[in-house]
Nanobody
Framework: QVQLVQSGGGSVQVGGSLRLSCKAS????????LAWFRQPPGKEREGVAS???????VYADFVEGRFTISQDNARNNVYLQMNSLQPEDNGVYYC????????????????WGQGAQVTVSS
């Protein structure tokens, strides 16, 4: 019913940019959120950004205007453009999908991509 397949990631120097992509195959009439999470080395997984059915976006504070989440019109693909990357952005990045609760966004994410390593070096 839901399948998420990621591409992108890799290594970049401090200040560089990367773009993550996630192909979302979601066969449902329900409204859903698409999101990006990351897990820094030795730390818990944390939310990065999310985008809802109506296009509303939410970002973690640490993004500070550096990242942009977007989706294509059919919501078949979700992207994370990351600029001004810093060493603290190192980690495995996951795309995720969850079902919206009315118009209140998503409380949890039940579906996950396979993850992609992002390495920022100085």
């Amino acid at each position: 019913q839901v399948q998420l397949v990621q591409s992108g990631g890799g290594s970049v120097q401090v200040g560089g940019s990367l773009r993550l992509s996630c192909k979302a195959s979601i066969y449902s009439d329900r409204n859903f959120c698409l999101a990006w999470f990351r897990q820094p080395p030795g730390k818990e997984r944390e939310g990065v950004a999310s985008i809802e059915s109506d296009g509303r976006t939410v970002y973690a504070d640490f993004v500070e205007g550096r990242f942009t989440i977007s989706q294509d019109n059919a919501r078949n693909n979700v992207y994370l453009q990351m600029n001004s990357l810093q060493p603290e952005d190192n980690g495995v990045y996951y795309c995720a999908a969850g079902w919206m609760v009315g118009n209140l966004g998503c409380n949890e994410y039940d579906y996950w991509g396979q993850g992609a390593q992002v390495t920022v070096s100085s």
